[in-house]
């Protein structure tokens, strides 16, 4: 029973672009989203995360978008750089449990 | 300000052996969590512990899996008679509290069973 789902397990997109990532969930517990990046070989860095009382938050040039009456919440990316090339992975929790709810990730390569 | 040890980075175990990993949290953070990321999966959660207590082990195998976090020292995560699939690799997080929404994690191990 995946509760956090990433379709698109891979995306391209050309360095200055913008990057657009995808992540449904079914819980409607969920209180919390979390974005975290992975490089090959290390652990998850945090990058992003919004509260289910928001429906946008922005950090620089990340910014994420939450729509709680589709359970769906994306990543922006904007502009694309190289170093952005990764695997990012959604994740989700309820605040009353300890634990993060990840999904399978999607490897973004930023083309030149 | 060190970030999340874990060590070693890599092990590997023949099949009916032991395995234990290691955990230090950062400075500061009494929170420790264990994830599992099979090969082109996510990251699962295994277990929550906090100093001497398990918290929340709903994710732990039934069987040969174990945890700790003691007063003194890092958490360990033991798993005895290791089989092929527990191939992957293990990643330990922490927080300050159970207030913290996030978790930062450690650099990971990565278990082979030959």
């Known amino acids: 029973d995946q509760q956090v789902k990433q379709n698109s397990p891979s995306l391209s997109v050309q360095e200055g672009r913008i990057s657009i990532l995808n992540c449904d969930y079914t819980?409607?517990?969920?209180?919390?989203f979390l974005w975290y990046k992975k490089y090959p070989a290390e652990g998850p860095t945090f990058l992003i995360s919004?509260?289910?009382?928001?429906d946008k938050n922005e950090d620089g040039r990340f910014t994420v978008f939450l729509n709680k009456s589709a359970k769906h919440l994306s990543l922006h990316i904007v502009p694309s750089q190289p170093g952005d090339s990764a695997v990012y992975f959604c994740?989700?929790?309820?605040?009353?449990?300890?634990?993060?709810?990840f999904g399978s990730g999607t490897r973004l390569s930023i083309r030149p | 300000n060190a970030g999340v040890m874990q060590n070693p980075r890599h092990l590997v175990r023949r099949r009916g052996q032991e395995a234990r990993l290691r955990c230090s949290p950062m400075?500061?953070?009494?929170?420790v969590y264990w994830y599992r990321q099979l090969p082109e999966e996510g990251l699962k959660f295994m277990v929550y512990?906090?100093?001497?207590?398990?918290?929340?082990e709903s994710g732990m195998p039934k069987e040969r899996f174990s945890a700790e976090f003691p007063k003194e020292g890092p958490s360990i995560l033991r798993i005895q008679q290791v089989v092929r699939g527990d191939s992957a690799a293990y990643f330990c997080?922490?927080?300050?509290?159970?207030?913290?929404?996030?978790?930062?994690f450690g650099p990971g191990t990565r278990l082979t069973v030959l």
């Open positions: 512990l906090q100093k001497e207590n398990i918290i929340d």
């Open positions: 919004i509260s289910s009382i928001k």
């Open positions: 400075k500061g953070h009494s929170h």
């Open positions: 819980n409607s517990m969920f209180d919390y």
């Open positions: 997080a922490s927080s300050p509290s159970t207030r913290s929404n996030e978790q930062f």
């Open positions: 994740a989700a929790r309820q605040s009353s449990a300890s634990k993060i709810i």
